[in-house]
Every structure is written in structure tokens, then in C-alpha cells.
């Protein structure tokens, strides 16, 4: 079977929340897991110095071709979106990172647990993208099995963390609609999350950089 891409679509409110949480311009920004460099560019053009590294980056989108191990440099903060739980290796890559950020820097953490995706989630996650016209190959179950064979949990990425970064608590939030959805089924999916019938499968949080 082939794994979804579940790297989402830039939303606003992800670079709302990044510069929010970043040390303002101009501070050297790693960012992990860039993907198209959408967030990256936009980072750029609030001011600060951003590296920006993907294994699958494409040229000409400003992001380099690279894993987290790769990586050399000082940076007063990084920033993954939607990115560690696909790292390996996890704990030898989140010491590497640590080893990259500043003593007091910040790492900024957009994520989705997994362990939350259950079938009520899988299943409106599917039927919208069928109804999109997007063929799907899982059903509910398949889905589920499948992203928890490849994906670390929240919890996994906390622990790999824990040991360098001081870890604020994870905000939950709406998820789903970014995954390859259309951005307009947000509210749909957070009346669901407000009334109890989908779980709040995003978090956020932030790290703090442990002195070394």
C-alpha cells in the first residue's frame, strides 16, 4: 500500500502560529520537513534567517535536500511542521537537533497524533476525499493500521525530546481538513471536535532548549 501524503497545505494560521511563537527577526530559524517552502518564504519575508531542509525538497522551492542528521549550524530556533513523526532515526535525530539550537532557543512543533486517529475520524477523512473525486485505496481500518505502522506518536516525539527541550503542554486543534482536504471543511471538522464526535487530532506546542 502507498501512505497517504499527510504533509498538509500551508495554512494561515500555522504561520500565524510560528511567528508567534518564534524569537522575533532576526533570529536564525531551522526549519525541518519544509516540504514546498511556503512557511519558509514566509519567514523569510517577516525577517528572519531560515535554513530550510526537506529529504524530498524539489528544486527551485528554496528548501535543501536534506535530513535533519545532515544538518551543521547554531540556530536560535527551529520550527516542525507536521515533520518529526516521520524522522528516523527519531532519537538519535532529535539529540542532533538539540545539538543545533541554542541553550534558551525555542523549537515550534505543529503535529498530529496519531494514536487519536480512530475510525470516526479515518472514515470522514475518506468519505471527503472521495467526494473531492480523489480515489482512495484504505478503508477506515486500513488507514488507521497504516499510518500507526509508519508515523511515531506525539507521545514517542515528546519522549525523544524530552531529554534537551522543556516542553509546554500540547494545544489541541483541528487537524484533519488540512491533510489533502479542502481548507473550507475547518469548521465542519471543528463543530465535530465541539460536540464530541471527532477527536482533536492536532497539537501544538513549544520547546524551550535545556542549557547544555
Known sequence: M???????????????FARSALPPPPARVLEIGA???ELAAALRAAGHEVTAIDP???????????????????FDAAVAVVSLHHVEPLEDSCAH????????????????????????????????RRTAGSPEE???????AFLRDHVHPLAQV???LTPYFVLGE?????YLHRWNLDAGLRDEEEQLIASGRLHAVGARLVGIRRPS
Do not use: C, K, Y
Not at 138 to 144: E, G, Q, R, T
Open 2 to 16: 502507498t501512505m497517504p501524503d499527510n504533509r498538509p497545505m500551508l495554512a494561515i494560521d500555522v504561520v500565524a
Open 35 to 37: 516540504g514546498r517552502g
Open 56 to 74: 524530498a525538497a524539489e528544486d527551485g522551492s528554496g528548501v535543501e535536500r536534506a535530513a535533519l542528521l545532515d544538518v551543521q549550524g547554531i
Open 97 to 128: 537537533l538539540a545539538s543545533l539550537v541554542e541553550p534558551g532557543g525555542r523549537l515550534v512543533i505543529d503535529e498530529f497524533d496519531v494514536t487519536l486517529i480512530d475510525e470516526r475520524a479515518a472514515t470522514w477523512w475518506l468519505d471527503r
Open 138 to 144: 484504505h478503508d477506515p481500518a486500513s488507514l488507521m
Open 158 to 160: 515528546r519522549a525523544a
Open 170 to 174: 500540547p494545544v489541541p486543534g483541528a
